[in-house]
């Protein structure tokens, strides 16, 4: 479509936007009453109206049911993950067996590669991008050090092609087909968090079923930002947090999906914990794992409940949204902001794929010159991105709370800072 770089145009298009009044329902971060343009959903998402009373809720029968509210609160904490699991599969593309919330990601990132990292003398190499989060990169080194192989030799690190910012589809899966001997897992992120490419994970979960690998994914960028198919794409598992585009408090709980065909298989090896057992059984006492059916299987602890308090608050908005709206919208916005950001070609390059099947709301730039002196700029004008050494400022409008005018107001710092 054609877009105009004017602030009447950018209200018209909020004015024609099903979803604006969502925004009504988030915290906006005010400097001096003035609106700041939050653009960093990406590390942490703006707060939900309805996450005080959410919390209140589960605070009032802790302080009058005590123990009692396990059984008799009005959202029982003895079966609280189970309030989330339809509305949290809904947002990754899932049945809501295939999913349970609990713990944090790097947690459940090593739970599931217990479960689907076993390797063998000649099955024991991991695929994973050379520029992944920390997280992964450390969780990925220690996972083989913990089976006593050199990470040196067990890790495949994919790295773009020279002078390339992103890795093609088809450079990935030749590379799986390359190691297709030796392959154990590929484990990649959903989006990369630098450049915010969003990798095609049909085509690699099926690229490494083909040459009898596992496929598993962490999709700290891609839930509530993708519209995600897990359950169709056959992904083995995944993870994911929820305090980004979840908008579920800082260090909020993470959510797992472990695909049916797995999750119904009682003999998988896997760490156990009194919560994953049989609920039928768990107040007997008893020696013996059974595990529950589904992700459930593999819980450990029982809930957190005040974190899923505020999950769950969230989820209801997503509920309400429905996530393939919101992508739609997330689609105009970021090709919006792309717009705005092409008046300035000669003093930035967008390293984010333009394919919008490519890219999530994300667009990560390099700024030819003195890139932190721009985003100090435009902090200090109400706009506020983030920075990811060593040079890229990183821009993610959301849909549940930014608008098209938000977008405007990008463009016209950025000429105060150029022209």
């Not at 690190?157 to 899966?173: N, V």
Request: with cysteine; aromatic share 10%; hydrophobic share 40%.
């Amino acid at each position: 479509m054609q877009f105009e770089n004017t602030l009447s145009y950018a209200q018209k298009l909020d004015a024609e936007d099903s979803l604006a009044k969502f925004r009504d329902q988030f915290h906006l971060l005010k400097n001096d009453e003035k609106h700041i343009v939050y653009l960093c959903g990406n590390s942490l998402g703006l707060q939900p109206k309805n996450v005080k009373a959410a919390i209140e809720q589960e605070l009032n029968d802790w302080a009058t049911l005590g123990v009692e509210g396990h059984f008799h609160g009005k959202n029982p904490w003895m079966y609280y993950h189970k309030l989330l699991n339809e509305k949290a599969a809904k947002v990754v593309g899932a049945n809501p067996s295939e999913v349970v919330v609990m713990n944090n990601l790097t947690a459940n990132l090593h739970l599931m590669m217990v479960s689907f990292y076993r390797p063998t003398k000649t099955r024991y190499k991991i695929i994973m991008e050379a520029s992944a989060f920390p997280s992964d990169q450390y969780a990925m080194e220690t996972q083989a050090r913990f089976h006593g192989l050199n990470p040196d030799d067990a890790i495949i690190e994919l790295k773009p092609r020279d002078g390339e910012f992103i890795l093609r589809t088809e450079d990935i899966i030749s590379t799986i087909n390359k190691h297709k001997n030796e392959l154990a897992i590929v484990m990649m992120g959903g989006v990369n968090y630098y450049t915010g490419q969003a990798f095609d994970m049909n085509a690699i979960t099926k690229a490494a079923h083909d040459v009898g690998a596992i496929a598993g994914f962490d999709l700290a960028h891609a839930a509530g930002n993708l519209h995600l198919h897990l359950h169709d794409w056959d992904v083995d598992f995944a993870v994911w947090c929820s305090y980004k585009y979840l908008n579920s408090g800082p260090g909020g709980t993470s959510g797992v999906f472990v695909h049916e065909r797995h999750g119904n298989n009682p003999e998988l090896v896997r760490f156990a914990g009194w919560w994953g057992h049989d609920e039928n059984e768990r107040f007997k006492m008893k020696k013996g794992f059974v595990p529950m059916n589904g992700a459930a299987g593999w819980q450990l602890s029982n809930a957190q409940v005040i974190p899923m308090a505020i999950h769950k608050a969230s989820l209801e908005i997503f509920d309400e949204a429905g996530i393939e709206n919101l992508r739609k919208k997330s689609e105009k916005l970021t090709a919006y902001l792309e717009f705005i950001l092409s008046d300035f070609k000669d003093n930035l390059t967008i390293i984010t794929p333009q394919n919008k099947n490519d890219r999530g709301c994300q667009l990560s730039i390099i700024v030819k010159k003195d890139g932190k002196k721009l985003f100090d700029f435009l902090q200090a004008n109400n706009i506020l991105p983030d920075w990811r050494e060593p040079n890229v400022i990183r821009m993610s409008p959301v849909p549940l709370y930014n608008s098209f005018e938000d977008i405007f107001r990008i463009g016209e710092v950025m000429n105060k800072y150029f022209n």
